[in-house]
T-cell receptor
Framework: EAGVAQSPRYKIIEKRQSVAFWCNPI?????LYWYQQILGQGPKLLIQ????????DSQLPKDRFSAERLKGVDSTLKIQPAKLEDSAVYLC?????????????FGSGTRLTVV | AQSVTQLGSHVSVSEGALVLLRCNYS??????LFWYVQYPNQGLQLLLK??????LVKGINGFEAEFKKSETSFHLTKPSAHMSDAAEYFC????????????????FGQGTILTVHP
């Protein structure tokens, strides 16, 4: 079974520029999550999708962050404009069922550096 | 609101010694609890999970954790450390309320970096 694919692995941009991250979950996984992991901290949920609908985006900075999940499969997370404090690893995860009994599968993440 | 506290941001042990990583949680409902491991430049890998079956949970790579409701703890242990165990470990909690907006959401602790000395 292929894992959760994310791209790019690394990205360096200047502040006020825009950037997009892509995630392809495990085939058949209905639930997709985007987490932000700032250096020295645990991951924090940004947004949760169930199929192509948003379940929870309460911690997504909606003035600059946006996310979509087309056709309930791939997802993109966009930041526009980026700030220095957005430097972090952005992790995508998917699960077969919202029940946490199944647990998550995480991708390797995209490391964003904003200079 | 749920929260997780990991005591000790850095733990150092000798190869072959006991590994003990501490995690305390706060949850208003019976929780699901997890331990994840993260190697450098990689994503998070699930080590083990507690979902209300046995309170002593065995995971991969020889790790285990015990759920103690009275102490609100879920400490991770391994009898004998190996060099390959050096990584960052995260404890996480999730609630059990189906259909709620937080269903399936994981709240992570700050992480504990484990160093293993030869």
């Amino acid at each position: 079974e292929a894992g959760v694919a994310q791209s790019p692995r690394y990205k360096i941009i200047e502040k006020r520029q825009s950037v997009a991250f892509w995630c392809n979950p495990i085939s058949g996984h209905a639930t997709l999550y985007w987490y932000q992991q700032i250096l020295g901290q645990g991951p924090k949920l940004l947004i949760q999708f169930q199929n192509n609908g948003v379940v929870d985006d309460s911690q997504l900075p909606k003035d600059r962050f946006s996310a979509e999940r087309l056709k309930g499969v791939d997802s993109t997370l966009k930041i526009q404009p980026a700030k220095l404090e957005d430097s972090a690893v952005y992790l995508c995860a998917s699960s077969l069922d919202p029940s946490v009994n199944y647990g998550y599968t995480f991708g390797s993440g995209t490391r964003l550096t904003v200079v | 609101a749920q929260s997780v506290t990991q005591l000790g941001s850095h733990v150092s042990v000798s190869e072959g010694a006991l590994v003990l990583l501490r995690c305390n949680y706060s949850s208003s409902v019976p929780p699901y609890l997890f331990w994840y491991v993260q190697y450098p430049n990689q994503g998070l890998q699930l080590l083990l999970k507690y979902t209300s079956a046995a309170t002593l949970v065995k995971g991969i790579n020889g790790f285990e954790a015990e759920f103690k409701k009275s102490e609100t703890s879920f400490h991770l242990t391994k009898p004998s450390a190996h060099m390959s165990d050096a990584a960052e470990y995260f404890c996480a909690v999730s609630d059990r309320v189906a259909g709620g907006t937080s269903y399936g959401k994981l709240t992570f602790g700050q992480g504990t970096i484990l160093t293993v000395h030869p």
